[in-house]
């Protein structure tokens, strides 16, 4: 008879290692304005930023959003 641990079925996912794939560049004031609408009509749904922003990956926008909030609280 054997004993079932349901440990042994644990599985651990890992992160893929963050790699910067280009220089950083500034935020225009237009793609932060873009931001600021797209943050109103979609929270924190990042992917639905992406799009609205259109030059921007979901990473930059959340590091973005980071900075944002710190200033404004």
């Known amino acids: ?4 641990s349901p440990a042994e079925d644990l ?5 893929k290692p963050y790699t910067i794939t280009k220089q950083r560049e500034r935020w225009t004031e ?3 304005n873009r931001f600021l609408e ?5 929270g924190r749904a990042w992917q639905r930023i992406e799009e609205h922003i259109g030059t ?11 900075k944002f909030f710190t200033k404004v609280n």
């Not at 599985?11 to 992160?15: D, L």
């Not at 921007?56 to 980071?66: L, P, Y």
Request: glycine share 0%; net charge positive; hydrophobic share 40%.
């Open 30 to 32: 237009e793609e932060h």
């Open 56 to 66: 921007k990956t979901a990473v930059q926008i959340r590091s973005h959003a980071q």
């Open 11 to 15: 599985v651990i996912k890992t992160r």
């Open 1 to 4: 008879m054997d004993i079932y």
């Open 38 to 42: 797209a943050l109103k009509l979609y």
